[in-house]
């Protein structure tokens, strides 16, 4: 898989396969249903943009009892001690709809991506996943591909969804993996960090910062497809993994 257009190495079980955007999705429908129960038994007290009650921003996922959406669900159906909020007597239905409008960012219109519980995300990105072999997070990690400590705080989950599915559709140009030879003979294959009209600079395949002049090179070739395909984990892997790299803010 790739992340920010950097190749992470996809899970090594099972077969490739594609996987459905709409598979890590809650449906237009949820989003809709679960606007107007917002507006109906929420907004009261957590008001019309979700900020209203101290420490719990709904519509930026600041929470505090969990992240993922197992943890909403929980939160809405057991309440809060103390009388600071009821328990909800909700179907099934009606709780992914509540937890839809609010991964839509309370836009009924919005796109609603799945997220999973964060630690079980953690173990798959260094274990399963295999993404820590190619992504540093917090120091920790190679250089081969980018930093991803702060990509919680840069990408939505819709986005962070659609690197892991659809890889080639979501590389960045800078970051697209090169192939150059010298005129010694040296083969330098890595990923772009910056090019102009005489240089290029790269991480090669061993992490190493190079910079290249191009009046030295005999070959040049910018790929225009993702070194990796994408993810073979299931749905609510995938969800764990988003759900863990929304976690990944960065110095705050």
């Given at each position: 898989?790739?992340?920010?257009?950097?190749?992470?190495?996809?899970?090594?079980?099972?077969?490739?396969?594609?996987?459905?955007?709409?598979?890590?999705?809650?449906?237009?429908?949820?989003?809709?249903?679960?606007?107007?129960?917002?507006?109906?038994?929420?907004?009261?007290?957590?008001?019309?943009?979700?900020?209203?009650?101290?420490?719990?921003?709904?519509?930026?996922?600041?929470?505090?009892?969990?992240?993922?959406?197992?943890?909403?669900?929980?939160?809405?159906?057991?309440?809060?001690?103390?009388?600071?909020?009821?328990?909800?007597?909700?179907?099934?239905?009606?709780?992914?709809?509540?937890?839809?409008?609010?991964?839509?960012?309370?836009?009924?219109?919005?796109?609603?991506?799945?997220?999973g519980d964060a630690e079980a995300?953690?173990?798959?990105?260094?274990?399963?996943?295999?993404?820590?072999?190619?992504?540093?997070?917090?120091?920790?990690?190679?250089?081969?591909?980018?930093?991803?400590?702060?990509?919680?705080?840069?990408?939505?989950?819709?986005?962070?969804?659609?690197?892991?599915?659809?890889?080639?559709?979501?590389?960045?140009?800078?970051?697209?993996?090169?192939?150059?030879?010298?005129?010694?003979?040296?083969?330098?294959?890595?990923?772009?960090?910056?090019?102009?009209?005489?240089?290029?600079?790269?991480?090669?395949?061993?992490?190493?910062?190079?910079?290249?002049?191009?009046a030295d090179l005999v070959e040049?070739?910018?790929?225009?497809?993702?070194?990796?395909?994408?993810?073979?984990?299931?749905?609510?892997?995938?969800?764990?993994?988003?759900?863990?790299?929304?976690?990944?803010?960065?110095?705050?």
């Amino acid at each position: 898989m790739w992340l920010t257009g950097v190749a992470v190495p996809s899970h090594s079980g099972g077969a490739l396969s594609a996987q459905g955007f709409d598979d890590h999705r809650y449906t237009t429908t949820d989003i809709e249903n679960g606007s107007r129960l917002y507006t109906a038994e929420c907004a009261l007290c957590h008001g019309s943009n979700g900020d209203e009650v101290d420490g719990v921003n709904l519509r930026t996922g600041q929470l505090r009892r969990g992240s993922s959406d197992d943890a909403i669900r929980a939160v809405v159906a057991s309440g809060v001690g103390g009388g600071r909020m009821p328990a909800f007597d909700l179907s099934v239905e009606e709780l992914n709809g509540l937890v839809a409008f609010i991964r839509a960012g309370f836009d009924p219109g919005g796109v609603a991506v799945r997220i999973g519980d964060a630690e079980a995300g953690r173990a798959l990105f260094a274990g399963g996943g295999d993404c820590a072999s190619c992504h540093r997070v917090n120091g920790v990690g190679p250089l081969t591909a980018p930093d991803l400590s702060d990509i919680g705080a840069i990408r939505t989950p819709a986005a962070l969804q659609r690197v892991l599915l659809d890889p080639d559709g979501s590389l960045i140009p800078i970051n697209r993996p090169i192939r150059a030879v010298t005129r010694s003979g040296e083969t330098v294959e890595g990923r772009r960090l910056n090019e102009d009209t005489y240089s290029v600079q790269l991480i090669d395949s061993h992490g190493r910062l190079r910079s290249l002049i191009k009046a030295d090179l005999v070959e040049y070739e910018v790929s225009q497809q993702a070194t990796m395909r994408p993810t073979t984990l299931s749905s609510e892997q995938v969800a764990e993994v988003i759900g863990y790299l929304m976690t990944l803010q960065g110095v705050r």
